[in-house]
């Protein structure tokens, strides 16, 4: 038997990779699914059940979510990172994390083979193929979905005709859930000009009085929510709870894919789009203005480079290095208040304060320098206009 690892999530295109690849392929399936934040332990349960009935050999679990964290989310939010100024990133930070638990998975355990049921028209296929190359160059990629261009009714109807008939009728919103966040997508994303309505959020409005919030960080990670400590991870969680219940962070991103076509998918992330916010206001406060400018060109970077799949590229290292330096002063609490479909952000108390310098006030009284240091310091700073200008004037 030739033992193959499948990136298996329960869905329609792994379950058919399970029993294609074991009955008709003659693989030894070893079925992995990686928790990024998206599965109760009902749903792994379900998953280890589909699996081993669709023909897999095993079934394995691996809970990924503190590795999410650590290794993405955290330089996430230290990069204040949201694609084109709009998406936090939420299924495709996850999907380097699980492809990288799967590779591991396959060299644990000796496998000359892994799989995923991504077709060829997405980023996921990158993605996994990417650091399965990096990671385990010998080791063989099948992607019996790509590689045959099948439908989603032949997949159906094979599945069938071989015994299995789970209810694989289509659900008219497709939904990944994880820690950073929940896509959404369905028939209006694929257009340019529809919304999404109200009902296809998995979150629904359940507040509808505003309520205070004071949220902690630590050199740049969120430590405690209203004075009650706990993981990042925790908190995170635990502000979703909370944030969710006033339907906040809903949006529809638009960008580019790594296959060069324009992509359309909705979200909701209301605990990453409040964190991202609440982090920045405190660099605000806590950064110098050249801290802040070079951050925000690599932070972006940073999120071009995760969402292209080259995570495990060095110069990543060399930016999570930069990230991580610059956090050293931001901490203190962040005060902001939800309301029904939105926030907002109050202000902050920290000991980095930049605006508490006793050097004056902006748009005040002055305490560090004199009235004739200043029109001296203006009238150097303008020499560079004066001078282009005079030389410039009368060549129009």
Request: proline share 3%; with cysteine.
């Amino acid at each position: 038997m030739k033992k193959l690892v499948l990136a298996y999530s329960g869905g329609l295109d792994t379950s058919y990779c399970a029993k294609y690849l074991s009955k008709e392929k003659g693989y030894e399936v070893h079925a992995v699914s990686v928790n990024t934040g998206g599965f109760s332990n009902e749903e792994i349960q379900e998953i280890k059940q589909k699996a081993l009935a669709l023909g897999a050999t095993s079934y394995t679990s691996i809970d990924a979510v503190n590795n999410f964290y650590e290794k993405v989310v955290k330089y996430l939010i230290f990069g204040n990172v949201l694609r084109n100024n709009t998406y936090p990133l939420s299924v495709s930070a996850e999907r380097i994390v699980q492809a990288i638990e799967i590779v591991n998975h396959a060299k644990k355990i000796g496998a000359d083979y892994v799989a995923h049921g991504s077709t060829g028209a997405g980023n996921d296929q990158v993605r996994f193929d990417m650091i399965f190359q990096t990671l385990a160059p010998k080791i063989n990629i099948i992607t019996p979905i790509r590689d045959n261009k099948l439908s989603r009714e032949s997949e159906i109807e094979y599945l069938q005709q071989n015994g299995i008939d789970y209810s694989w009728e289509k659900a008219k919103y497709s939904i990944n859930k994880g820690l950073w966040g929940t896509s959404v997508g369905g028939d209006e994303t694929l257009t340019s000009h529809l919304p999404l309505p109200e009902n296809a959020y998995p979150s629904q409005l359940e507040k509808e009085l505003s309520k205070e919030l004071k949220l902690t960080f630590n050199k740049g990670e969120l430590i405690a929510i209203d004075g009650v400590s706990g993981s990042p991870v925790e908190n995170i969680e635990k502000l979703e709870e909370i944030a969710s219940k006033y339907a906040i962070g809903r949006d529809i991103h638009v960008g580019d894919t790594i296959i060069g076509i324009k992509g359309r998918v909705g979200f909701e992330a209301a605990a990453p789009i409040i964190i991202l916010k609440a982090h920045h206001l405190l660099e605000k406060h806590t950064l110098s203005k050249w801290q802040q400018y070079q951050k925000e060109q690599l932070g972006n970077f940073y999120g071009m480079l995760l969402h292209e799949g080259n995570y495990l590229d060095e110069v990543m290292r060399n930016i999570e290095a930069f990230l991580s330096d610059t956090q050293k002063n931001v901490s203190g609490d962040v005060f902001l208040t939800l309301h029904p479909y939105r926030f907002e952000l109050n202000g902050i108390a920290s000991p980095h304060d930049l605006m508490n310098a006793s050097f004056g006030s902006y748009g005040e009284m002055n305490k560090g320098w004199t009235a004739d240091d200043a029109k001296g310091f203006i009238k150097i700073l303008s020499n560079a206009g004066k001078i282009t200008n005079h030389v410039n004037q009368y060549h129009d």
